[in-house]
Structure formats: C-alpha cells, structure tokens
C-alpha cells in the first residue's frame, strides 16, 4: 500500500532509527572488545600457549575479534559527512529482512545487523526488478545523516505478493540526482542500478572494460569496483595495491573521498601526468599544444627516443681512441667503435653497458698489438685497462645517461632532425617549438620543472630504455675521471635509488595487482605503455568513452590497448542511462557529436527539466559583459556549482575577470573556470560553455572535446559565442 502520510513516515522513520541504534551501539561495543581480545588472543599465542585454553578455542575468538576489528578500523575512516553506515533494507517474501550498509556488522550472537554491500547476500537489493524480484518484496533505501534517520524511499518489487508492507516516496535514484551537486564526487551506493551492479561485482581476473556514453555512472562504478574488489580479494590487493589512475589532479581531487566513504583508504590515486612520479620523482600537470601532444602520445616516439639515446652527446662524440703499450700505438677508430656500441646495446641497456663496452674496447685494442712484439698476457691487459687515456676515454664516449637530459634534447632543431627522420617537417617542428621553455635552462642542472603530461610518458620510456644506473663503484670512478663535474652521471641513479630492486637489470617501477584507468580513451599509445610498466601482471578496469576521446589517433590507441589486454581474458560492460544531463541538455550535445562520429554510444537521460539549453553569441569586447549576464542568470536558477568552460587560451582572462567582478563576487564559491581538457569526468549544476569554435580548434581531439564541454550540465547550461558561431552548423 502506498502511503503518503507525513504521519506513518514519521513512525516508520522512527522504527528503522531502533535498528540503525542497534547497529551504532553493537559497533562500539564490538571495537573495544575487538581490540582487547585480538590483544590478548596474540598474548595467547605468543606467551602462554600451553594455557588452559585450547589452541583452536583461542584461534576461533582471535579470527572473530579480528573481523570486529577490521570493521571497526574501516568504519573509523568512513566519511562521516558521508550518508550514514546503514542505507538500505530489504523484504523477502521467505520475511527475512535484511539491512544493507557500508560495512558489515553483527551483534554478540554473530548474527548479521548489517550486511556489507558487496557480499552476495546484499546483490538482491541491487539487482532486484519488478520483472525480476528475486524474492524481493520491498527495497527500501534509508537516508541518513551520520547516525540518524532522515528520511526513506521505497521500490515495490513483487505486488504479486499479498503483504501490508507500506511504500513511501517516489523512488530514491530520483531523489539522489535531482540534489545539487558539490565540489567532491559522492559514492551512489545506495542506489547502484542493475547494469551498473554487473559492472561492479564482475570477476578479478584479466581486463574490466567499462563504456558507455557521458553520465552513465562509469566513474562512479569503477569506484565501486574497486571497493568491491578489495572486500572479495583483500589479501591479493591490500598486498599487490591499487592503482587509480585519472586525467588530472582537479579529477583526482573530485573522486578522492568516493573510495573512503566506502571504507578503504589502501588505493593510491594518481593523475595520468603523476604515473612515472615513483621512477622521476616529478608529476606534472601541463598539457602541450595540440600538435605537439599528439606527437609525443604516438608510438612513433618509441623510434624517435631510440635514436636519440643513441645519438652522442655533444662533447661525448668522440670517435677515436689510442693508447701506447711499449711504444706501441693501439686504436680503434669511429667504425670500429659504432660497432662496439651496437653489440652492447643489443644486449643490455645504457646505463648498465659501461663495463660490457669497456671490455670489448680493451680487448680490441689488445688484438691490434703487434704479435711480434714481446710482452706478457697479463701485462698487455693491465697497461692497456689502467692507460689513462682509456680511462679518460670511456666516461665519455659512454657516459651515464639521465632521462630528463636526454629528452632534453629534442629543443634541438639539428637533433631532431637527424633523430626524427620518419616524422614531416611540420611534426619536427611542432616537437622542437614544444621544448623552447628549455632555452636558459642550465645544461648541467638536473630539470624538474617544466615539463608536460605527455613528457612524463616519454621520460618513463627514457628510462625503460637507458636502465638502471651503473653500480656506485663506478660512478667514483667517473667522478675521479672528470674532475668531480658529475651532475649529469649521478642523475638517474639520484632518481632510481629511492626504488627497492632486487634485479638491476629490471625495470625499476612500482607495480600493482590491479589498474584501474578512467577516461582510457585519452590515454596515449605511449601512456599505456607507461602504465603496463605499473601492472605486468596486473588485472585492470578500463574505463572510457572513445566519443570524448582528446587523442586523435583512435586505431593507433587501441593498438596500444590491445597490447595491454593481451590474451587475458576480457568483458565489456556498456552503460545505457545517462544520469547526469537532463534530456533537453543531452540531446543537444549529442547532435553535435553525431555529426562528426556517428558511432557514438549515446546513452537515454533519466530525467528532464523543461529548460532547453541557451545559445548566444559575443565579441571579444563584448566578453566580460557576456559573462557576467550569463553566469547571474545561471547563478539564478540553479542552487549548486557553476562551471565555466573555456578554451585554453582564454583561460587566465575568463579566470581573472570572473573572480574580480563585484556582482559575481557573491557566487564566487560555486563559480569554477576550467578547459575543456579539464572538466573531463566532472560535472556542475550550471555550466557556460564559452567559444565552442575555439575550444574546437585548440584541443587535439576537437568536436569530441567541445562534446566534453556540452555534457557536463546537471541542470542549466548555456553557450557563448565569441566572434565567430561556425560550430553551430553541427546544430542542424
Ligand atoms: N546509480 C546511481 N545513483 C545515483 N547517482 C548516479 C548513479 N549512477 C551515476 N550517478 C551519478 O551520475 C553522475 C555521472 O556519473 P559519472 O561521472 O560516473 O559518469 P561517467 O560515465 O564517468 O561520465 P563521463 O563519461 O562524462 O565522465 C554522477 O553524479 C554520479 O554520481
């Protein structure tokens, strides 16, 4: 029956209160006596083992009191502004009742007060439908804030069923969308939908495709699923890691308490440009121009660092080396020597050939002394290894090498050149103009500063190809030989020692059990290959959407991905439902992508407002004006966050003027400027796209960028036009 009473919610919010007190009070029961009894069940063990309490009787009490513990532990880093322990409940028609929350909890007798949400037992309240009830009478979602109860809405799921359960309110999914958004992403848990629930609970092993179009939850539920994975494969993932990775930091800040507010605080979130922060020691947030970053996200790259780590340094191109052994003078010459080179590095890498290469340059030397000449084995050895002039020669013409020098390099026109044969005129270009903030920067300092995204990629491939630094004995002997100037020899190995590593001879990354990798369809064919590094053995989720894709060349990233993926075994979920934009604001974005990318998966809206999205138009004069009447209007009509979204070269104007502007001044705190690039994965209630044209012309993957742009309104959004409007003809 359902009820609308004001006074039999009030009573059924009271009834479901007794048990939620229930629940709280067990649980701090149950934390102080964990800790005590898990204390004295290790003192057992450790001190009195021949005591009059059995072995196994011990054991038994120590596992249950630790599983109080853990859930104690876990229930300490719930958020507590996050929306209470307890959430759900549902009927069966066999009248059992279960409660679902964030964590499990029993009372004394080990009976469930709650169960977790990602056991077996709670999927019927996710999964159940009228079509298919799976015993389910009722669900019933109950709203909390900390400790109390607030409010509830229920889903009748079998009406076949002759029961006087009461149903109240309209439906909690509704509930939870139509509220305004904050700054931080909040976990959905109680009210995950089916398809997103097979998503969640899909198995551990090989790669967890996640796709679907903007707003369907795909973010929200690879976060879920990590929770998820985490309570079915503790022991392998609290051990192996978790490894979240994001577009950017404004992203990874956006997400950050979803994971503790499901009660696991053991993954570590890093941004795409933050990824090679455990090999370098540097993260970064800047993006290159367009054309640049679409050449350095290229696999052509692999070939262009290749040749450069093989190309001397200026100063170290020496090629020619002569020693005298009783008067005799042994050499060997460029050919001889490039040919050494090659054989060394066909084996091993870089920075662990040195002493491969200077064997084989001493042995070639001994073979050209004259056999005619009388002398000793092992005096010929010795006179030739310890000559000076050798000894001077090898840390030259084979110096240890530091990723950030190398890379370096490329903001040499001639390096480029010779090094970047297979890329045009117009690409060397774009490459060589990308590394011009290197102009002025010192040449025997090791760079930290400065460099993009797409860099850190290629620095990380730098260093999978030089290897790990040569051994410290080696290093005094460069510091002896040149003089102590010895900034470019100890680079690398400053930034590889901080790294545990039991082979030298393996690469030196952080590795994890399981990836998780959000707005994939942006990650570069080079990035993968950074991230495969994090995960050779790893399981993965992949999440994206290729119609918001940034990089250019779809065939080419998913030939990296595939090589990602292997033969594991793999599964796509698609989501279809679109919870974020109301149909009005949906409908319209998905006119503009259609145009360009008919493929696209475009998912149905949830709900709709009434309220079509606005188009109008400015000049670069009139902008500042423009802005202010849009986002008072905007500010006017929605409750929540107001995003600004604008192409990069108009970002510090926009931002400037907005936070400047005395009537704006009272919204400031819902009010965020941002690109295109780095509104991927957020959302805000209102939203003022400004210039779709430019946004278009300088993003590198254009109509899909400005399509991240017009998806990102929960509520309200309006375009602006500023001098031109040749976008709109996608509208028609
Ligand atoms: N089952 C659900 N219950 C409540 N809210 C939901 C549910 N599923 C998704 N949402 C909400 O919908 C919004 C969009 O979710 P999310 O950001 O995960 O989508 P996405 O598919 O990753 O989007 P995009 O591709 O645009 O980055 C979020 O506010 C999320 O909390």
Redesign the pocket.
């Known amino acids: 029956m359902t009820s609308t009473s004001r006074a039999d919610l009030e009573r059924e919010i009271a009834m479901e209160q007794v048990h939620v007190n229930r629940v709280y009070d067990n649980l701090s029961t149950a934390t102080a006596s964990a800790k005590n009894l898990a204390q004295q069940g290790r003192e057992i063990f450790v001190s009195d083992r021949t005591d009059f309490l059995r072995e196994e009787d011990g054991t038994a009490l120590f596992e249950r009191d630790a599983f109080a513990y853990q859930a104690a532990k876990r229930l300490a880093i719930l958020d507590a502004e996050h929306e209470g322990l307890v959430f759900g409940r549902i009927d069966l028609t066999t009248e059992e009742i279960r409660y679902i929350g964030r964590i499990g909890v029993r009372d004394d007798d080990y009976e469930p007060l709650v169960i977790d949400w990602r056991a077996p037992a709670a999927e019927p309240f996710y999964r159940a439908t009228p079509a298919a009830p799976m015993g389910v009478i009722r669900r019933r979602v109950l709203r909390c804030r900390d400790d109390k109860v607030v409010g509830l809405e229920d889903d009748l799921l079998d009406s076949s069923v002759e029961t006087d359960l009461p149903i109240f309110g309209e439906g909690a999914?509704m509930a939870?969308?139509t509220r305004a958004?904050g700054r931080t992403?909040?976990d959905?848990v109680a009210?995950?939908?089916a398809e997103?629930d097979e998503a969640i609970r899909a198995p551990y092993q090989g790669v967890t495709v996640i796709a679907?179009?903007?707003?369907?939850?795909?973010?929200?539920?690879a976060l879920h699923r990590a929770a998820y994975l985490l309570y079915t494969n503790r022991a392998r993932l609290e051990k192996g890691g978790v490894l979240v990775v994001g577009p950017s930091g404004v992203f990874m800040n956006y997400i950050e308490r979803v994971l503790p507010s499901l009660g696991e605080d053991s993954v570590t979130l890093k941004a795409i440009g933050s990824v090679a922060s455990d090999v370098l020691g540097i993260g970064t947030e800047r993006v290159d121009k367009a054309a640049a970053a679409t050449i350095k996200g290229s696999l052509a790259m692999q070939k262009v660092l290749k040749n450069l780590v093989r190309t001397p340094l200026p100063g170290h191109d020496v090629d020619s080396v002569r020693v005298t052994v009783k008067g005799e003078v042994l050499g060997l010459g460029a050919k001889e020597l490039a040919r050494i080179r090659e054989q060394v590095l066909s084996s091993v890498r870089l920075n662990r050939g040195r002493r491969m290469a200077t064997d084989l340059v001493a042995n070639a030397l001994i073979r050209k002394f004259p056999a005619d000449v009388e002398i000793e084995q092992h005096e010929l050895e010795e006179q030739v290894r310890e000559h000076p002039s050798l000894l001077a020669f090898l840390p030259r013409w084979w110096p240890s090498l530091s990723a950030t020098r190398v890379l370096a390099r490329l903001a040499d026109p001639a390096v480029v050149d010779r090094v970047a044969p297979e890329l045009s005129a117009e690409q060397r270009a774009a490459l060589v103009s990308s590394y011009e903030w290197l102009q002025g920067v010192d040449e025997g300092d090791e760079i930290v500063r400065g460099w993009s995204v797409a860099d850190i990629a290629l620095l990380d491939e730098l260093i999978h190809i030089l290897g790990m630094p040569p051994e410290e004995k080696d290093q005094e002997l460069d510091v002896f030989l040149e003089g102590g100037d010895v900034a470019e020899v100890l680079t690398t190995a400053d930034l590889l020692r901080h790294e545990k590593h039991t082979d030298p001879d393996e690469d030196p990354h952080a590795t994890y059990a399981h990836i998780l990798v959000d707005?994939g369809q942006d990650v570069t064919p080079m990035q993968w290959r950074m991230l495969r590094r994090r995960g050779p053995q790893s399981s993965w989720t992949i999440?994206g959407?290729p119609a918001?894709s940034s990089y250019p060349n779809q065939e080419e990233t998913t030939r990296a991905l595939n090589e990602v993926i292997g033969r594991a075994p793999h599964r796509t979920f698609t989501?279809s439902t679109n919870?974020?934009s109301p149909s009005e604001v949906f409908e319209f974005a998905a006119k503009v992508i259609t145009k360009v990318y008919p493929g696209a998966d475009l998912p149905k809206a949830v709900r709709s407002t009434g309220i079509e999205p606005r188009v109008e138009a400015t000049t670069t004069d009139g902008l500042h004006g423009a802005l202010r009447e849009h986002l008072l209007t905007i500010a006017a009509r929605v409750n929540g966050t107001i995003g600004v979204i604008v192409p990069p070269s108009r970002l510090r104007d926009v931002q400037l003027y907005v936070f400047q502007d005395e009537r704006l001044a009272a919204f400031e705190d819902r009010i965020i400027v941002v690109t295109a690039l780095q509104a991927?994965?957020l959302?805000y209630d209102g939203v003022l796209v400004v210039s779709p044209d430019e946004i278009i012309e300088q993003a590198p993957g254009g109509v899909r960028v400005l399509y991240v742009a017009l998806?990102r309104a929960t509520q309200k959004m309006i375009t602006l036009d500023v001098d031109t409007s040749q976008w709109r003809e996608l509208l028609k």
């Open positions: 999914l939870s969308l958004r992403m909040r959905i009210t995950i939908q997103q679907g179009g903007p707003g369907t939850g795909k973010t929200v539920v707005e999440v959407d918001q989501l919870y974020r991927k994965g959302e998806t």
